[in-house]
């Protein structure tokens, strides 16, 4: 299926977005795909992302993606060799900690806003990385309306904080994804081990991890890219949206 990406200008409370939205071409059918909410992981809206996107969107779906990170610059994102540079890891880590979750959960809405999703249209939500928190808390906040979640080589699942995802994650009524890599070092399984037990007890819940697979295995070209790892979670995350929307 035949896709098209746009771009969009939004405000927020913190100053202005940009919100990518990506869909299939068919104008027969134009507003009315289902829609996914796709929160980036750390190294930002990247082309990795919006090949993502389009193949998703290729798939049916309406992809709609925030930039996170617009506190501190308009589209900013990093790649592998970009790593490299002196201190180009701690002003990555500066973009994360920059950002709260109400902050993300307030940019997620203004972008399906902007996107021209009503405010009670239901969606699925998919997240990366710190965008895997993300999801948690879309469902978290909106159980109602967010049909389901997947999170890949999920982040920050578990923390020493009073409201940390894996304390109410026993109570999650909404299906949801998690494929992680068992060789993950920058998010081990011992760090989610909380929130692991915590929906162990949930059939909704699914949760594979990947021999070998490290952190940021989705991406296609990269130097982490596990194809088991990134494969098996697009078929998943696939098969739970589409029985989300049925």
């Known amino acids: 299926m035949e896709t098209q990406e746009r771009t969009i200008e939004t405000t927020t409370d913190d100053g202005d977005m940009v919100v990518v939205v990506t869909e299939p071409t068919d104008a027969h059918q134009s507003g009315s795909w289902p829609t996914v909410l796709l929160f980036i992981d750390a190294p930002g809206l990247r082309p990795a992302t919006r090949d ?4 998703m969107a290729g798939e049916g ?15 900013l994102y990093k790649e592998p060799k970009d790593m490299g540079e002196p201190g180009a890891g701690q002003e990555m880590m500066g973009w994360i900690a920059a950002m ?11 972008a399906l806003t902007a996107a021209g999703v009503s405010d009670d ?5 998919i997240g990366f990385c710190l965008g895997t928190r993300a999801v948690y808390r879309a469902i978290e906040r909106n159980p109602e309306r ?22 109410t994650a026993g109570s999650l009524q909404t299906p949801m994804y998690l494929g992680i890599g068992e060789a993950d070092q920058v998010q081990s399984i011992a760090m989610h081990q909380p929130f692991l037990d915590a929906v162990a007890p949930l059939d909704h819940v699914e949760v594979m991890t990947f021999p ?6 989705s991406w296609p070209g990269y130097p982490l890219y596990h194809e088991t790892a990134a494969e098996t979670s697009w078929t998943k995350t696939l098969a739970m949206f589409s029985a989300a929307f049925a």
């Open 52 to 55: 993502l996107m389009a193949r």
């Open 121 to 125: 249209t239901p969606y699925v939500a």
């Open 146 to 167: 967010v049909l389901a979640g997947a999170c890949w080589h999920p982040s920050f699942m578990a923390d020493d904080g009073d409201d940390s995802p894996h304390l």
């Open 212 to 217: 070998g697979a490290d952190h940021g295995f």
């Open 61 to 75: 779906y309406r992809v709609v993606t925030p930039d996170l990170h617009h506190r501190q610059g308009r589209l």
């Open 100 to 110: 709260t979750d109400d902050q993300i959960q307030h940019d997620g809405a203004r």
